[in-house]
């Protein structure tokens, strides 16, 4: 079974809604589709 993630954003976990793996200076960061488009138009910092 794969581990569980969370979005950094909302703590949401990977069996609830997709996460998408993002490297933001240096880090890998977890944010789930709900949170993505904010982090892409630069609502909120990855």
Known sequence: MAEVRN???CST???NLV???T???G???WVCTR???KVIHG???A
């Open 35 to 37: 949170c993505f488009p």
């Open 7 to 9: 979005c950094t954003k």
């Open 13 to 15: 976990n990977s069996e």
């Open 19 to 21: 996460l998408l793996s």
């Open 43 to 45: 609502t909120v910092e």
């Open 27 to 29: 880090e890998e960061k």
């Open 23 to 25: 490297f933001h200076k």
